[in-house]
């Protein structure tokens, strides 16, 4: 039992000790998702890259367009993010990829972005995902909370509540 707990006070303990930062270069090969979109297109339009940081370590990475439509594929993401920024009238964020590099990681980088959207940017109304469609990625969104809104014919959308 003492072991147990030990366990728990340490996943609380590093969970507490995590930041959302924004990251500008990252090795796209890592992302388990869309490891074939590159760094300029995860970067340009005001595409963002963000990263959990525990000490000097980024555990978790989550790529996020804005946008004000739902993307059913990655060329909607492309053009719809282009556009939004282009129009400066984004409403939605896109998290089109999330991985962790530690367990427990996934679920907080939503949490904290989650989070930083609600602080700091006033004029996104909704978290959408443009995720795979495969048992995991449900099963990964459905457990931390987030309602599916559609089954498209290659990808699924998810939205998490901010507001």
């Not at 996943?11 to 270069?25: A, H, P």
């Not at 896109?94 to 904290?112: D, F």
């Not at 989070?115 to 006033?122: E, G, R, S, V």
Request: charged share 25%.
């Amino acid at each position: 039992m003492k072991t147990f707990m030990n366990r728990v006070d340490n996943f609380f303990k590093w969970v507490k000790g995590t930041e959302l930062v924004e990251l500008f270069d990252i090795d796209v090969s890592e992302d388990p998702v869309r490891p074939a979109l590159d760094l300029k297109f995860r970067t340009s339009n005001d595409r963002k890259i963000y990263g959990l940081k525990y000490e000097n370590n980024i555990e978790g990475i989550v790529c996020v367009a804005f946008t004000n439509e739902i993307p059913n594929t990655e060329k909607e993401l492309e053009l719809m993010s282009k556009n939004s920024y282009l129009e400066n009238n984004a409403t939605i964020a896109v998290a089109y990829t999330v991985w962790s590099r530690k367990r427990g990681a996934g679920r907080e980088i939503i949490k904290k972005l989650t989070n930083h959207i609600i602080k700091d940017m006033p004029q996104i109304e909704k978290i959408i995902t443009l995720s795979p469609l495969t048992p995991i990625a449900t099963h990964y969104h459905i457990r931390n909370g987030a309602e599916l809104i559609s089954i498209n014919s290659t990808t699924q959308n998810f939205q998490y509540k901010i507001r």
